[in-house]
T-cell receptor
Framework: GAGVSQSPRYKVAKRGQDVALRCDPISGHVSLFWYQQALGQGPEFLTY????????KSGLPSDRFFAERPEGSVSTLKIQRTQQEDSAVYLC??????????????FGEGSRLTVL | GNSVTQMEGPVTLSEEAFLTINCTYT??????LFWYVQYPGEGLQLLLK?????DKGSNKGFEATYRKETTSFHLEKGSVQVSDSAVYFC????????????FGAGTRLAVHP
């Protein structure tokens, strides 16, 4: 399809396990965002890429969270030593232009992480 | 800092009722304002936007006006349908910089026949 694709859609992890969440943005989209959405809350910004460069990681909650986009297309969000408070839906969004502040991000359906 | 506050839900209405979902914001400078919608089983999608004071965004019968004097961007629709049932998020992008959206907590709308 032509939209943002995320996998897995659902992930159950035991506390202490590492997880990796994948995002395939829309082809050609320069900008890519990761958001965390806790149950009943709005999405919270985690990190932003422009091509392969991670320009803003101010929202990553701890050094257990790591994101990469090595070739400027697919991105992976990795969470090490998962904790129960990491349970949330992780949203990926992409955008075609570098700095146009239109606000229209294209979101994937999210990866729901449950940490037991 | 920048933040968005929305009225708590759920909001439950009968079909053809009038809808208002309140949204206020705190931001420096001149943010752009947005409403996003999340239908059941789908990803977030942009509903409407306004980029400067007194602008009115509109789409699918929904409207919101950027009120700088009251720092508000309330969402309205004159006659809701069952298909409007969804979660609505108010959001802003701060002045300058890039497309970094800051969201409110969301308001769930349920419309009954």
């Amino acid at each position: 399809g032509a939209g943002v694709s995320q996998s897995p859609r659902y992930k159950v992890a035991k506390r202490g396990q590492d997880v990796a969440l994948r995002c395939d943005p829309i082809s050609g989209h320069v900008s890519l965002f990761w958001y965390q959405q806790a149950l009943g809350q709005g999405p919270e910004f985690l990190t932003y890429f422009q091509n392969e460069a991670q320009l803003d990681k101010s929202g990553l909650p701890s050094d257990r969270f790591f994101a990469e986009r090595p070739e400027g297309s697919v991105s992976t969000l990795k969470i090490q030593r998962t904790q129960q408070e990491d349970s949330a839906v992780y949203l990926c969004a992409s955008f075609p232009l570098k700095r146009e502040r239109t606000g229209e991000l294209f979101f994937g359906e999210g990866s729901r992480l449950t940490v037991l | 800092g920048n933040s968005v506050t929305q009225m708590e839900g759920p909001v439950t209405l009968s079909e053809e009722a009038f809808l208002t979902i309140n949204c206020t914001y705190t931001a420096t400078g001149y943010p752009s304002l947005f409403w996003y919608v999340q239908y059941p089983g789908e990803g977030l999608q942009l509903l409407l936007k306004a980029t400067k004071a007194d602008d009115k965004g509109s789409n699918k019968g929904f409207e919101a006006t950027y009120r700088k004097e009251t720092t508000s961007f309330h969402l309205e629709k004159g006659s809701v349908q069952v298909s409007d049932s969804a979660v609505y998020f108010c959001a802003l992008t701060p002045s300058g910089g890039y497309n970094k959206l800051i969201f409110g907590a969301g308001t769930r709308l349920a419309v009954h026949p």
